[in-house]
């Protein structure tokens, strides 16, 4: 029996643009399309009797870059972060660091002490009290039977 090999040019370009395609794509194609498209960051949002507690997952960040306003109803949670580092000294082949930004907004309703609204940046967690206001007590009245 004789081997015979077959040079099939077809499937050898198929492997060559499939390599050629695979080594061309960004180091993160992998993010998920809100991360890509939406390019704002996920929420957590817990509710205890004293609070609402917003917890942003926001790595690479530092406290500095965010800006917290309240207006009105809205809360907007924004960040602006510019990795941007110019060095003449060395040749660039690739830059993937951008600048990262994100806007967010909140409705909030009247059941929150906007004055006591405070946050905190850590581990890459933007953590957010949103205190609720103090519910009014009712004293009890006694009724005189006339």
Do not use: C, H, W
């Not at 061309?24 to 205890?48: C, H, M, T, W």
């Not at 003449?88 to 909030?108: C, N, P």
């Not at 953590?127 to 039977?145: C, R, T």
């Amino acid at each position: 029996m004789t081997l015979v090999k077959v040079n099939n040019p077809v499937s050898k370009s198929l492997d060559s643009l499939m390599n050629e395609f695979l080594n061309e794509l960004p180091v993160n194609f992998g993010k998920s399309v809100r991360e890509d498209f939406l390019a704002y960051p996920p929420v957590n949002i817990q509710e205890n009797d004293a609070a609402y507690l917003l917890q942003l997952a926001i790595p690479g960040f530092e406290k500095t870059d965010f800006s917290i306003k309240q207006e009105n109803n809205l809360l907007t949670i924004s960040a602006t972060k510019k990795d941007v580092v110019k060095d003449e000294t060395v040749k660039m082949i690739r830059t993937e660091f951008t600048q990262k930004a994100f806007k967010r907004s909140f409705t909030i309703d009247e059941k929150i002490d906007s004055a006591n609204i405070a946050a905190k940046y850590e581990n890459g967690i933007l953590l957010i009290e949103l205190p609720k206001k103090e519910k009014e007590k009712v004293a009890a009245k006694e009724i005189n039977i006339l």
